[in-house]
């Protein structure tokens, strides 16, 4: 199965700062089937970017995906506070379809 | 609009089974697949398998074959997932979640989760 590999684990950001969050995948994602959501406490993930680098509807421009084959990039510009959450990464390139462990998002 | 309401928090013991259901309105059902994740406590998200609603055909991931049913009953459009032979390792928040489009398995609509415990 492919193994996505999410870094850093904790990311300490101020709010109006950009965050740059990485997935990296153990064997090519192909067609760019890569995905990112946000969860926050005791809610349901929010599916944020699909195929790498499309915005799913009614998420803000100030997220962004992108990347190919093994490595890619969650950027968030100018962060809000409810932007402070986990985020994960997902691949459904190849079953089973998995998850990065999560990046979590704190206010510094 | 779009939604997916789940049934209740679950108590089992070792070696029972569980079926959560998931109630779908807002949209065509037979039109989109339904998947199951699952995250145990303050873990990451897993994948479970997928049901096709309009045929009932079903794939699972390797680590639950055997133990995993899913199904879908089209009168009341809602879709079931039953899991045996429960573990404590299989105490986890379960979710429904409906793809954005056809098959393709990202998930733009999620129900609220279900809380399975296995405990002794």
């Known amino acids: 199965e492919i193994v996505l590999t999410q870094s850093p684990g904790t990311l300490s950001l101020s709010p109006g700062e950009r965050a740059t969050l990485s997935c990296r995948a153990s064997?090519?994602?192909?067609?760019?089937?890569l995905a990112w959501y946000q969860q926050k406490p005791g809610q349901p993930p929010r599916l944020l970017i699909y195929g790498a680098s499309s915005r799913a509807p009614g998420i803000p421009d100030r997220f962004s995906g992108s990347g190919s084959g093994t490595d890619f990039t969650l950027t968030i510009n100018r962060l809000e506070p409810e932007d402070f959450a986990v985020y994960f990464c997902q691949q459904y390139d190849t079953s089973p379809y998995t998850f990065g462990q999560g990046t979590k998002l704190e206010i510094k | 609009q779009v939604q997916l309401v789940q049934s209740g928090a679950e108590v089992r013991k070792p070696g029972a089974s569980v079926r959560i259901s998931c109630k779908t309105s807002g949209y065509l059902f037979s039109s989109y697949y339904m998947n199951w994740v699952r995250q145990a406590p303050g873990q990451g998200l897993e994948w479970m398998g997928m049901?096709?609603?309009?045929?009932?055909?079903?794939t699972y991931a390797q680590k639950f074959q055997g133990r995993v049913t899913m199904t879908r009953d089209t009168s009341t459009r809602t879709v079931y997932m039953e899991l045996s032979s429960l573990r404590s390792e299989d105490t986890a928040a379960y979710y429904c979640a409906r793809v954005l489009g056809g098959a393709t398995p990202f998930y733009q609509h999620w129900g609220q989760g279900t809380l399975v415990t296995v405990s002794s």
């Open positions: 049901i096709n609603p309009s045929g009932g055909g079903t």
């Open positions: 064997q090519t994602v192909s067609s760019n089937y």
